[in-house]
Nanobody, 117 residues
Framework: VQLQASGGGLVQAGGSLRLSCAVS????????AGWFRQAPGKQRELVAA???????NYADSVKGRFTISRDNAKNTVFLQMNSLKHEDTAVYYC????????????WGQGTQVTVSS
């Protein structure tokens, strides 16, 4: 199983980035997906998640600014990030969870997002 995250970078506050996570080695459409982030000195947190059926949920800190989506035909999950803030600076990770599992078992390598204030 491979999860390849991309799309991170340096952006000014108020700007936008779109993260992508390309998945291979499993039947992507049968897995829920999530984006996590970890800032220096802080615990990893779930930012957004999407179920097999497309139901989404978000951390309060990103509601209205971030949108998670998936393209099962391309085996890819996306995170559109708008109105970025300095506090969004972190390494972002994509992860997969099988339909019956509680925890995310497959993880990507992370992509750095830096928002300058």
């Amino acid at each position: 199983v491979q999860l390849q995250a991309s799309g991170g970078g340096l952006v000014q506050a108020g700007g936008s980035l779109r993260l992508s996570c390309a998945v291979s080695g499993l039947t992507f459409s049968t897995y829920g997906a999530g984006w996590f982030r970890q800032a220096p000195g802080k615990q990893r947190e779930l930012v957004a998640a999407i179920t097999i059926s497309g139901t989404t949920n978000y951390a309060d800190s990103v509601k209205g600014r971030f949108t998670i989506s998936r393209d099962n035909a391309k085996n890819t999950v996306f995170l559109q990030m708008n109105s970025l803030k300095h506090e969004d600076t972190a390494v972002y990770y994509c992860a997969l969870r099988s339909a019956l599992a509680r925890d995310y078992a497959s993880w990507g390598q992370g992509t750095q997002v830096t928002v300058s204030s």
